[in-house]
């Protein structure tokens, strides 16, 4: 998947949802009248004729339709039927697609406005935005059987029961959803990994790191056959304050921390004794001088410009598939010193690692306005770019020309695209939009093709086989935007954040211990209890949404 920004931008970038809470006029309880009701969809007329066993593009006899597309990011591109990818979806689907672009405080602008797009992407599954869809938006159930029952083909189940509200329709659909049927499947990777230098871990003898003991070991052994290199490194720690690198989630993640207690409610992970046992021993690798206080304080440019250069002996790395370039880079100029992923930092109770990937939520969801011209084929739109057609489309461009069958139900791009994807990427990205055109992307289509993925962390997915484990009872469990158990919570994160830190780079375990004493009792100070309890009902509910016992 490419984006450039990455998670880190989109779990950074929740909704104004302060602002947006009333949704201008367009809440539940001053719902302002649409041009278009989920009652009241237009009749189709002698368009076409709804087929249950064909997608209603192949049908829609209409000429032409303009429709605008709203994304809240600026960093979106707005080009439309000029690369190969859109024109192609305009040939198909008969469409001039106006893209709009813009950030919180313009969304709320079209909320205020009442002058809505006809379709809506956003980015926060959480927001209010998104909880009070129903006012704005048409449900996908109604359009799906009015205009386009093969949408139902397409569209994954448990990600509408997902989306929807309380009225038991869905009107969000996102892109990376993974389903518990997709986690089994084999055709997603993990993203996470403990990686080490190739040429590195040769040389210390390829020691066993997954203790505490096993690591310090190893760090000191690095440091003193490669005096020059950092021995452990980490993902950025975002400068706002909305994310910790790789040393909680992902790290609790390799632990095999639970994130529900045995009965079924919350588990505080950042409190869980195995966790805070590496913590600890971070905190004295950091004391050794085997972590760099560099690490703090540098940013994912330059965190990529390290990975880029070898500068770290080892990683606990979260997202590696977006560090992929960086990544490669260093192991093209040095083959054998490229990053290999080992079984290094494992828990110390025994517990298998349970990696994440991209949850039921995804990441960029999809809506259709209230205000729509053409619902009908809005909803097309969705069908097409969810369909196989759409799917191969935006990944791999057109069969013949960009990319053809390699056997073995798999595809590769032809030499000539190939060779302007290595070589020219950015004519691979303005002229062709393969992989660009994301917003109904499933990592399921990348399996597909050997050349997914640069070489470099495909070893690094290897090893994650079989880790993989769905979480989506815990996904969007923070309280309603704007309560006041969601200003607790966003007090208790920044002060998480700090906390965490203060202990990696406390001068003993003592201090370290006072630290975590002084976080417990801010989360006491600030309604914890509370939240909890908020956490504990959407879990109940989620469980529900998804049949999960």
């Known amino acids: 998947m490419s984006m450039k920004k990455g998670y880190k931008w989109a779990l950074g970038t929740t ?33 076409y004729e709804v087929d249950k066993t064909k997608a209603a593009w192949t049908l829609d006899t209409k000429e032409e339709t303009d429709l605008t597309w709203y994304v809240n990011a ?14 192609k979806v305009k040939e198909d689907l008969n469409i001039n697609i106006k893209f709009v672009t813009g ?24 927001s209010q935005v998104a909880r009070k869809a129903e006012s704005w938006a048409l449900p996908l159930q109604d359009l799906a059987d009015k205009y386009d029952p093969y ?14 509200l309380s009225d038991g329709k869905s009107y969000g659909y996102p892109d990376y959803s993974n389903t518990a049927d997709d986690y ?24 066993d790191m997954s203790t ?147 949850g039921i939520s995804g990441w960029m969801i999809n809506y259709i306005s209230q205000n729509a011209k053409d619902p009908a084929k809005a909803i097309q739109v969705f069908t097409y770019l969810l369909s196989d057609e759409g799917q191969m489309l935006t990944n791999y461009g057109i069969e013949g020309e960009t990319y053809e069958d390699a056997g073995d139900g798999k595809v590769q791009f032809t030499e000539e695209t190939r060779n302007i994807q290595l070589n020219d990427p950015e004519k691979f990205q303005l002229e062709y939009r393969i992989g660009e055109f994301i917003q109904f992307g499933h990592d399921r289509y990348k399996a597909l093709s050997d050349q997914s993925y640069v070489d470099a ?32 919570l966003s007090a208790i994160t920044t002060n998480w954040g700090t906390t965490l830190v203060g202990m990696l780079r406390s001068d003993s375990d003592d201090a370290a211990d006072d630290l975590l004493n002084k976080y417990k009792d801010f989360q006491q100070q600030n309604s914890i209890d509370a939240i909890n309890k908020v956490r504990n009902e959407k879990i109940t509910e989620n469980k529900e949404k998804l049949g999960m016992e």
Do not use: H
């Open 74 to 87: 600026d960093w979106w591109n707005t080009e439309f039927g000029e690369d190969l990818v859109t024109k």
């Open 212 to 358: 505490p003991e096993g690591f310090q070991k190893a760090m000191a052994d690095i440091k003193a056959q490669f005096p020059d290199l950092v021995p452990f490194g980490f993902n950025d720690f975002a400068a706002d304050g909305s994310g910790n690198g790789s040393m909680d989630g992902v790290l609790q993640d390799r632990l095999g921390v639970p994130y529900l207690t045995e009965d079924g409610t919350y588990y505080d992970r950042n409190l869980d004794e195995d966790y805070l046992t590496w913590i600890k021993t971070f905190r004295q690798a950091r004391q050794d001088g085997y972590i760099s206080d560099d690490s703090f304080t540098d940013d994912g440019d330059r965190f990529k410009e390290k990975i880029s250069t070898g500068e770290y002996a080892t990683m606990l790395i979260g997202s590696f598939v977006n560090q992929g370039i960086s990544l490669q880079t260093f192991a093209s100029a040095n083959p054998d010193g490229e990053y290999i992923a080992v079984d290094g930092v494992m828990s110390t109770k025994g517990n298998e690692p349970t990696l994440t990937q991209a």
């Open 457 to 488: 962390v495909k070893q690094l997915q290897e090893w994650g086989d079989g880790k993989l484990t769905p979480e989506f009872a815990t996904e969007n469990i923070g309280p309603e935007a704007a309560s006041q158990e969601a200003r607790a």
């Open 103 to 126: 950030d919180d405080t313009k969304l709320n602008t079209l909320f205020a406005g009442g002058d809505m797009p006809d379709i809506v992407t956003i980015f926060d599954s959480n």
């Open 15 to 47: 909704l104004a949802a302060a602002s947006i809470l009333t949704l201008a006029a367009c809440g539940s309880g001053d719902k302002k009248e649409s041009s278009t009701k989920a009652t009241d969809l237009p009749d189709l007329g002698d368009r």
């Open 151 to 164: 949408f139902y083909d397409v569209a994954a189940e448990d990600t509408l029961n997902w989306y929807k």
């Open 184 to 207: 089994a499947s084999g055709d997603i990777y993990s993203r996470d990994a403990f990686i080490i230098r190739k040429d590195v871990y040769e040389a210390i003898g390829e020691p």
